[in-house]
Nanobody
Framework: QVQLVESGGGLVQPGGSLRLSCTAS????????MNWYRQAPGKQRELVAA???????NYADSVKGRFTVSRDSAKNTVALQMNSLKPEDTAVYYC??????????????WGQGTQVTVSS
């Protein structure tokens, strides 16, 4: 079994910053991409940022220049630094990882989500 645990959400004023973290644990042999998604009320879940195992990153257009994704493959962690936050960034943020377990089975796993609210 594999678990993803997020932390770091909260309430912040417009223009402020937050840092989200996610740690994968359990029966892990290797991890491919580690990603951050978000889902706002009444909207579909969307990919915010992705970090591949070979160091490449990708961002949604709406967060480019404001968010930075980073991962520590040795520790099975991924972080999302969010700066210049806007009210439209308000959502539940989910960590997602492409994991191969020790039995050679590959699956996508999700964290439980962490609420980010940007409001004055």
């Amino acid at each position: 079994q594999v678990q993803l645990v997020e932390s770091g959400g909260g309430l912040v004023q417009p223009g402020g910053s937050l840092r989200l973290s996610c740690t994968a644990s359990g029966s892990i042999f290797s991890i491919g991409a580690m990603n951050w998604y978000r889902q706002a009320p009444g909207k579909q879940r969307e990919l915010v940022a992705a970090a591949t195992s070979d160091g490449r990153t990708n961002y949604a257009d709406s967060v480019k220049g404001r968010f930075t994704v980073s991962r520590d493959s040795a520790k099975n962690t991924v972080a999302l630094q969010m700066n210049s936050l806007k009210p439209e960034d308000t959502a539940v943020y989910y960590c997602n990882a492409d994991v191969m377990n020790r039995l050679g089975v590959r699956n996508h796993y999700w964290g439980q989500g962490t609420q980010v609210t940007v409001s004055s």
